[in-house]
């Protein structure tokens, strides 16, 4: 697979009947879930799960989806979908990249982008990132060109 940026973090999704509109594609809220999918497979992939999250009184949440749809996915298509984090201040904030491609021609159908920012679970209040999320997230940044 020829992806946009190195050491990409992928999943497999294979398009199901029920993913499916009246349009006869992928319905665009699925691709928000395998991006919500992919991003939690990820965190814990580098060590970052959802009883971290609790145990920190800690979470990562959407601040802004950016996503470019390029064409669609129908049922029974095998997919792969990429991540990677190209951007985190450390302190706040933490952007993802998303590439999603259809196996059997190579065309990307999506480009995305997603930016998060830590937030204190108990109040909803965005909060300091804990030094662990800064050092997982940090590790796995991955530059994008300019």
Do not use: K
Request: hydrophobic share 40%; with cysteine; proline share 3%.
């Amino acid at each position: 697979m020829s992806w946009e940026l190195p050491s990409p973090f992928v999943i497999g999704i294979e398009v199901e009947e029920a993913a499916i509109d009246a349009y006869g594609h992928a319905n665009n809220a699925e691709y928000l879930r395998w991006i919500e999918r992919i991003s939690w497979a990820h965190s814990q992939h580098l060590g970052l799960d959802i009883h971290d999250y609790r145990r920190h009184d800690r979470a990562m949440a959407v601040h802004r989806h950016e996503l470019d749809y390029l064409a669609p996915a129908r049922a029974g298509d095998s997919l792969e979908l990429a991540t990677w984090i190209v951007a985190c201040d450390g302190r706040l904030t933490l952007t993802r990249r998303f590439q999603l491609v259809r196996d059997s021609d190579a065309t990307t159908l999506l480009r995305a982008r997603t930016r998060f920012a830590c937030i204190e679970l108990s109040s909803g209040r965005a909060r300091r990132m804990p030094m662990d999320y800064r050092d997982i997230y940090g590790r796995a940044l991955v530059e994008e060109p300019t």
